[in-house]
């Protein structure tokens, strides 16, 4: 988001492109591949080059109405961008709820990123949040995933690193996760966070 003076001059949007960059002239860069491992792209690697022509698109969004990152609007429009909603109208049939929401988070400026399986154990629940104040935030977090585990279980909340392992103790003490699988606090100071919603180890 080009700004100048900390003013936001407008937004770049874009749905297939790894990486950009602004520079202070004004110049923006798009990057088409990045340093793809020779044995994956055919011949077009860190020692080959890619002669074809490719196009690519950019949304350009002017400044009116566009607030600052550290509100998170900007992301959200960005990903209405990339994967905008779709409705499709069918009947309904079968068990499933008409309607269901797993996980919300507060404050607003508060995004679930993802939320699936975990990659070690697939009887966990992984929620990644976003937050980009760039300031430590107090995140609460309202859950429905206590019902889609099997009856019984007594879950526990855990803060996880981004590979799902388990956090260092002084790590974990600052994240300062509060509460059960159904509503339960955090202290994001980063601006990625993952938890877990599990079985409970006795």
């Given at each position: ?12 949007f874009h749905a297939g492109i ?76 079968g068990t499933l709820p008409r ?47 206590s019902g889609r585990f099997p ?52």
């Open positions: 988001m080009p700004s100048s003076e900390g003013h936001p001059l407008a937004a770049l790894p990486a950009w960059a602004v520079q202070p002239d004004g110049h923006v860069f798009g990057v088409l591949w990045r340093n793809a491992q020779l044995e994956r792209c055919d011949i077009y690697g860190p020692s080959g080059s890619d002669t074809e022509e490719h196009t690519m698109e950019y949304a350009l969004r002017v400044a009116s109405g566009l607030t600052g990152p550290e509100q998170g609007a900007p992301l959200r429009e960005a990903l209405a961008f990339q994967t905008p909603l779709q409705t499709i109208v069918g009947t309904p049939s309607s269901f929401s797993l996980a919300s988070a507060s404050p607003d400026m508060t995004i679930i990123t993802a939320a699936k399986v975990g990659s070690g154990d697939p009887e966990t629940l992984v929620l990644r949040f976003y937050q980009p104040t760039n300031a430590a935030l107090n995140v609460n977090v309202r859950s429905a995933a009856s019984g279980w007594r879950l526990d909340v855990q803060g996880r690193t981004a590979l799902e392992s388990a956090l260092p103790t002084a790590t974990a003490k600052r994240l300062a996760v509060a509460g059960s699988s159904d509503a339960f606090t955090f202290v994001a100071a980063r601006a990625l966070t993952t938890i877990t919603l599990g079985k409970k180890v006795r």
